[in-house]
Each structure stands twice: as C-alpha cells, then as structure tokens.
C-alpha cells in the first residue's frame, strides 16, 4: 500500500458503504459524504480514473461520474482536493472564498507592519 492510502477516510468506515448496489443513491451520498472531508482525495481519484476504475464510489465520485470525465484533475490550490474544470483553480466556492479572506488577512498584515 502507498503512503496515502493511510490517510483515506474511508478505512474508518464500513467499505460496504463505497460499493453501493446499481441505484442506491443514499449509499452513494453517504460514501460521497466521507470522501469530502478526506485528505487524500486528489490522489485517489487521479488513480481511479487512470486505471479505468469500474466500480465503487473513489474520490467523491461514483463510476458513471468518472465516466464523464475526460482529464486527470489537477490540485485545488486551497485545499488540494481534486479540480476537474480546466482553467479554474479551486474546486468550488468554499475555496474560492477562503482563498478571498486569506489574501485579504495578508494584505492587512502587511498594510499594519508597514
Ligand atoms: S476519497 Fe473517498 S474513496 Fe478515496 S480514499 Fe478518501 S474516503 Fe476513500
Ligand atoms: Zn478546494
């Protein structure tokens, strides 16, 4: 086993939840509930997706997810969770306003050390 899979949330939880029978959504949602707060997201659906990964809920998304999916994610520059859309660099909104108060936090720090 590499280095991140120690970090998976997932090894806490029943593994059942991550293969959920054709239709059961709920299973789906609360598989997908974990994997948002995992650490190791980015690298465990970069390696699903490279090797074609037929079934089971991996990185927050479920197999007919990563079917749609044509590229390998790149990282989220806020919490380096996995970001499939080209061009954006956080992988949604939450992100994108804590990266906002972040530099906002700095540009004050530097405006009162001045
Ligand atoms: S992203 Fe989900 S499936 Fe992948 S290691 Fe984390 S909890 Fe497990
Ligand atoms: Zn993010």
Redesign the pocket.
């Known amino acids: 086993m590499s280095a991140w899979q120690d970090s ?3 090894a806490e939880v029943d593994p059942e939840l ?1 293969f959920p029978e054709l239709g059961d959504h709920q299973d789906a949602l609360d598989a997908k509930r ?2 948002a707060s ?1 650490p ?2 980015f690298e ?1 659906l970069t390696q699903a997706l490279q090797r074609r990964e037929q079934y089971g ?4 998304m479920s197999v007919v997810e990563r079917r749609a999916v044509t590229r390998l994610p790149h990282r989220c520059r806020q919490c380096s969770g996995p970001v499939l859309e080209a061009g954006h660099r956080y992988c949604g909104p939450d992100c994108q306003r804590t990266a906002r108060a972040v530099r906002r936090r700095e540009r004050q720090h530097v405006e009162w050390a001045a």
Do not use: E, I, K, Y
């Open positions: 998976a949330r997932c991550f974990v994997c995992c190791v997201r465990c809920v991996w990185g927050g």
